[in-house]
C-alpha cells in the first residue's frame, strides 16, 4: 500500500488569507499546506479520503487517473468542496463512483450538492456518484476497510481503517468501542490543529497521550494550522511522530 497526503492544511489552507505570521510567510514549502485528505493505493485499487477544495489541483499534481471510491469523513466544506471534479473520474470510466460516510454525512451531501441527485440539464456534466450509508465493515476492490466512529466535538464523524493503516481527523474524542479498531497498526493519520486545546479537534499534547496509548508503528499529524511550524515541530516530536506535509508518500 502507498499513501500519498494531498494535502494536509485545516479549513483555512495555509497561506491563511491576510494572515503575515511566521508560518504563512514562510519560504518553507512544507508549510504550505492546502485542505486535507489522502489519496490510498494497492495494486490497482485507488481511494480517496475526502475531497478537499483544491482536490483538482492535487489530483493534477499527484497525477490521479482513476477513483475507485472516496471515504467521506464528514460534509464540513473543506472535506467535500473538490467533489464536483470527481465528475472527470466517473466519466472516463462510464459508471458512478461509489460514496460512502455515515448517515449524517450521506444525508448532508445530498442536500449540499442537491443538482448531482436530481434531473438537471448536464452542460458540461455532473459526477455520477453512487452515495452509500456505511457502519459495518465494507470492501472496494481489494481493500477491505472499517468504518471508526469518532466526534469532531458533537458532531459524530468517521474515521477509516485501511489494512494496518488508520486515517483519523477532525477529531476531538474517540470512544472505547473505536480506540479498539485503533491497535496493531504501521500507521496512523491523526488531524492535530495546535498546541493549545480546541474545542472540536486534537491538539498535540492529546495526541501523543494517544499515540503513546495506541503505539502504531508510525504517526502522521494532518489538517495542521498555521500556529505549527513544519520543522520547529517536527524537532521536537518523538522519532515515529511527525507533521505530515502536502506530497508526502508513505509506503506500508
Known sequence: MEITFLGTGTSHGIPVL????????????????????????????????????????????AQILKVDGVLYTHCHADHVF?????????????RSIPIYGNDSTMAEFQ????????????????PQVEPTV??????????KIQPIPVFHGALPILGYRLGNLAYVT????????????????????????RHEPHSTHMHVGQALELVKALRPQRTYFTH????L????????????????????????
Do not use: M
Open 18 to 61: 491576510t494572515c503575515v505570521c511566521a508560518v504563512c510567510t514562510s519560504p518553507n514549502p512544507k508549510n504550505k499546506r492546502t485542505r486535507s485528505s489522502l489519496w490510498v493505493q494497492q495494486g490497482n485499487t485507488s481511494i480517496l479520503i475526502d475531497t478537499a477544495t483544491e482536490f483538482r489541483l492535487q489530483a493534477l499534481r
Open 170 to 193: 477532525d477529531c476531538s474524542y474517540i470512544p472505547p468501542q473505536s480506540l479498539e479498531l485503533l491497535k496493531d497498526l504501521d500507521v496512523l493519520v491523526l488531524g492535530v490543529v
Open 229 to 252: 511550524d513544519h520543522d520547529d515541530v517536527n524537532a521536537s516530536l518523538p522519532s515515529a511522530v511527525s507533521l505530515a506535509h502536502d506530497g508526502l508518500k508513505v509506503k506500508l
Open 111 to 126: 442536500e449540499v450538492f442537491a443538482y448531482v441527485f436530481r434531473e438537471t440539464q448536464e452542460g458540461g456534466g455532473k
Open 224 to 227: 495542521i494550522s498555521h500556529l
Open 134 to 143: 456505511v457502519q459495518a465493515p465494507f470492501q472496494i476492490g481489494n481493500l
Open 82 to 94: 473538490g467533489f464536483d471534479d470527481l465528475r472527470v473520474f466517473s466519466k472516463l470510466t462510464n
